[in-house]
Structure formats: C-alpha cells, structure tokens
C-alpha cells in the first residue's frame, strides 16, 4: 500500500498543528462557533446532536494492520470504545472531546492518516472496489489511480471550495461493487482493442433528494490524460455549478439541465484548452504509484481444500460463510473473505476496538497485514489461503464476527439516523436491528438469496435506499417518524432508482411490509431469480397489491 513520503508527512504534521491552533482559541472563546465551523469541517469535524464526530479517511478503503490497531486505540482511549465504518469507506468517531481532537490527529499521522477532506465542498476520499488488486474478474488495479487521484485533489487550490462535495469512484472489474454510476464522477477501467488501459468516465450520479445514474460523456480515456480531464470536468462544474441554492448545487444538477451532451461538449472543449498545460503525471510517476500496489507474492494452492470440505458438510453456518462470505481470488488457493460487520440485531458498520484490534491480528497471520473497507460497511481481509479458513472463521465467530450473511437480507447498509446526526428525519439503526431480529434464521436468509437492503434516515440518502433492492427512507411525517418503502434500486453495472411503494409505515409497519414483500418475491419467483429479476420482471403492482390490499 501507498507510504508517505517526507512531504506528507510534514503536510499533515502543519495541518495537525494548525487545527490544534484553532481548537484552542475555540476553547477559549476567541473563536465564535459559527466561525469555527468552516475550519472543524476542513478537518473532518462535525457537529452531530449530541456531541462532535471525527470522521477519518481511509484512502479507497485501504488500511494496514497497524493503521486498524491505532484505529481501536482511538476508539478506546478518546471515544466510547467503538467506531462506525462508513459509505465512503472511512470511520467515524461519534463522541470525542473537541479538546482532543487535536490530539487524535496527531495519534493518526503516527501511522499515516488524517481527517482531511472528509467532509466540506472538495473531493472527497475517492472510493473503489474493496476487493481491487485481489479480484479474480479484475481488468486492473484501481487503487494507484485512485492515489494519484487522492494526491492531484488534496488541498487543489482551485477545487476546495465547488459549489458542493464531491465524489468520485473507480471500479477495475466489469462487476460494479464501488456504485461508480451513483458518483460525481465515475471511472470504470478497460482497456481498448490495443490492451491499453484506460477510462469510460461518467459524469452527474448522486443520491440526496434528487437521485440521478450517472451518464458516460467519454467511452475510453487513456490512462495518460486521467488528471487533465477530471480537471476539465471539475472546471466546467466549478464555473456553473449553483452556489445559490444548495439543493441545486451537485454536479448532477447542472448535467441534467445542459444534458449529458453538451457537457461532455464543454468538457471536451476546456480539456482541448488545457490538456497540454503540464497537468498529467508522466509514465514514470504511474508506474512508481503502481509499485506500492504491487500483488503480495502469494503461492499457487490446491483450490479443493479437505478441511473446510469436511467441516462445511457438518457445520451448516460455516459452509454459509465460506458460500457467502468468501470471493474469488486471481491466485488459485486463495480468497478475500469479508468479515460482516452485521450481526443480527447489531449496529450495522460499528465495531468495538477490541474487535478491531482482533481484525489486525488476524490481518498479519492470514492476509498480508491488510484490510479493507467496503463501501457496504464490512471489513476485507483480501488475501487469504484456503486452507486458512476453517481457523480463520472459527476466531472470527469467537468474536461475534463470523456472521455468514454477506449479500443477504441482513447485510443491511444503515446511516446513523436520528441516533446521532443533526440532519435526520428519523432513526435507521433501529430499523436495521429490527429487522434483523424478524429475519434470524440463517436458513430462512439463504433461501431468499441475494438481497439488498438500504435505509436512510433522511432525504440526503447516506443510507443509499435509492440504490437498494429494497429501500426504506425515514421521514418527518406530522413531528411522528414515517419510513416510505422503495423496492427495484440497484448500486451495481444495472444501476437503477427504486421507486416509492406507496404511503409509509411507523417502525413497525414498515418490518411487516418488507416481510409481505419478501413473501411475494418467494411466491412469484421463478428457477434461479433474485429478488430484483423477479422485480423487474412482474413489476411494482402484484408487490402494492400485497402490502397495501388491492383496493
């Protein structure tokens, strides 16, 4: 993985020492809070209902054993012993003292971390597939572009402040698990009929109020031009974005109202203006990115493996784990296995710091000492030998992490609610555990197979229920909490919106309405479907029928 190099060690050392600086004259009281606020947001400091939150940025999901055990020391030493992995592959903290603040980002440049562009209207941590330089279906590596990308945008003085935050995601595989069709921008890595890798870019995805599936304004952009073309797209953006309504603000807006076309027209023309200003890294700087990326020297092993043959025909969930919870290497023998950090009636993405810390370890004896996090708020460990998983299962499940419910119903992705952010309508964590707790028969799971549910607490979507096979959306209805059901949404190559069910359901309802929509899917599916073929295939009414009666 990436290492620092002198200057970023002392970029991040001033920003510490800056923000300590302005976290003092805040505590003294010769920094109003209204102007504090932009200088906490720069360093990824919030103010949630109840206390700050920190949240850190783990670069395209990417942490090393050490980083996750400093992780589990934060949460110990400055919080209530726990942290919550996020949407965007980061953690957050939802109880540190602004005093501490300070002290914490000073503890996380120890191991090369920080909170910077986590939150504000910039680039924010550039996402991709929590599988990428393991994946057995992988065109390239994503993570090095992401890093240059990271590097370009960090502190960009012309891109600090757009009119909103910004998102980007790269997916290196033709399986979409980093939603880059729900981005600012999103890049999926190809390569043309010569074997050059290269970029189709698209432009103007989001969720929020206005959920939009990004357009592709370019089918193949070579891998030399990646920074002078995202700098064209963020220029245009820049210059036009509204900065006078922030709900108008996305670059999806502005895409929608000039069309996909002509932006891709406008982006063309600035990137014809400026692509020969030296803005891309030569040849020689990608490459020098890329070996920090370079494959650990993994062994060719036998794929068949006796004993987690023999230990999955005698222990029903571990032969779910190993069937849902593993994917498939590109070194024979060998598998990512993602630890779910959804037991069932947990808080989904929450881990405590002794589960961290047990993670690292098992990091170094199974899987190079690296981990990963997934934008579906679980944890990697991508390079793992078979013949490690029956001992590598039995210390997870010690540790209540060895839930088997990866891609099932109960690997739920859940903001915070109303539990903890300022923004929120209504809660999600319960929704989460209830629903959990109604479907805890791993049996019962299985048989539904593969589906997704996402739950937002508000209109702004960090639950991302617009890309779910079924989402819930929490909202003020009257001064009560009012969940509105969606169903047909997918984050994945299909990308879809789903679509609003009909009138919403207090926290109960809302469990049994999923429940009458689960029982249709199994009435009505045909030999092999999913959930969402069989959406797509019968469409909403037989689902409204059920649910809301047929009158």
Not at 234 to 239: A, F, M, Q, S, T
Not at 248 to 276: C, F, H, N, P
Not at 286 to 310: H, K, M, N, Q, Y
Request: glycine fraction near 8%.
């Amino acid at each position: 993985m990436y290492a620092y190099d002198k200057f970023d060690h002392k970029l991040v050392e001033a920003r510490v020492a800056e923000f300590r600086d302005q976290v003092e004259r805040r505590v003294k009281g010769e920094l109003t809070e209204e102007e504090f606020r932009p200088l906490r947001l720069m360093n990824g400091l919030y103010l949630q209902l109840h206390a700050y939150m920190l949240r850190v940025a783990v670069p395209y999901g990417t942490l090393s054993a050490n980083q996750v055990r400093k992780l589990a020391h934060i949460a110990r030493k400055y919080d209530k012993g726990y942290g919550h992995f996020t949407t965007r592959q980061n953690i957050q903290y939802n109880w540190p003292k602004l005093s501490e603040t300070p002290d914490i980002l000073t503890e996380l440049a120890e191991v090369e971390m920080h909170a910077i562009q986590t939150s504000g209207n910039c680039i924010r941590n550039v996402t991709t597939d929590q599988f990428a330089g393991a994946a057995a279906d992988e065109v390239a590596d994503p993570r090095p572009y992401a890093e240059l990308l990271r590097q370009w945008s960090t502190f960009h003085p012309e891109f600090s402040f757009l009119p909103r935050k910004f998102k980007i995601a790269i997916t290196g595989a033709p399986t979409d698990r980093a939603a880059v069709k729900w981005h600012d921008i999103g890049l999926i890595l190809k390569k043309n009929d010569k074997g050059e890798v290269g970029f189709e870019v698209l432009v103007g995805g989001g969720m929020g109020r206005t959920p939009v599936i990004g357009k592709t304004i370019r089918d193949f952009l070579p891998e030399a031009d990646l920074l002078s073309y995202m700098e064209a797209i963020l220029r245009v953006y820049n210059e036009q974005g509204r900065r006078d309504n922030k709900y108008k603000a996305r670059i999806k807006i502005l895409v929608e109202a000039l069309g996909a076309e002509e932006y891709a027209r406008q982006t063309e023309a600035e990137w014809e203006r400026i692509k020969d200003i030296p803005i891309d890294v030569p040849a020689e700087e990608i490459a020098r990115i890329r070996a920090f990326f370079a494959p650990p020297p993994l062994p060719v092993l036998p794929d068949e493996v006796d004993g987690v043959t023999s230990l999955a025909k005698n222990n029903f969930i571990f032969a779910s784990w190993v069937k849902n919870n593993t994917h498939p290497h590109k070194v024979p023998g060998h598998v990512a296995i993602t630890i779910s950090l959804k037991p069932h009636g947990g808080i989904p993405g929450d881990a405590t710091a002794e589960q961290m810390e047990l993670v690292a370890s098992l990091a170094d004896e199974y899987s190079q000492s690296e981990i990963r996090v997934s934008h579906e708020q679980n944890l990697i460990l991508p390079h793992v030998a078979k013949k490690d998983l029956p001992a590598l299962w039995t210390d997870l499940d010690e540790a209540g992490l060895g839930t088997a419910n990866v891609g099932l119903l109960t690997d739920i992705i859940a903001c915070p609610g109303l539990d903890y952010c300022a923004l929120a309508n209504a809660r999600s964590i319960p929704i989460a555990q209830n629903i959990t707790n109604r479907f805890d028969d791993m049996k019962r799971i299985q048989n539904i197979g593969p589906l997704k549910i996402k739950i937002s607490g508000c209109i702004n979507a960090c639950g991302h229920h617009h890309a779910g096979h079924i989402g819930i959306l929490g909202v003020d209805k009257k001064g009560e909490e009012s969940y509105q059901l969606l169903l047909g949404g997918s984050g994945a190559e299909d990308a879809s919106k789903a679509t609003i069910l009909g009138p919403g359901f207090d926290e109960f309802g809302i469990v049994d309405a999923l429940e009458t929509v689960v029982a249709v899917y199994l009435g009505e599916r045909e030999e092999g479907e999913t959930f969402l073929e069989t959406y797509r295939r019968t469409g909403p009414q037989i689902f409204k029928e059920a649910v809301y009666g047929a009158a």
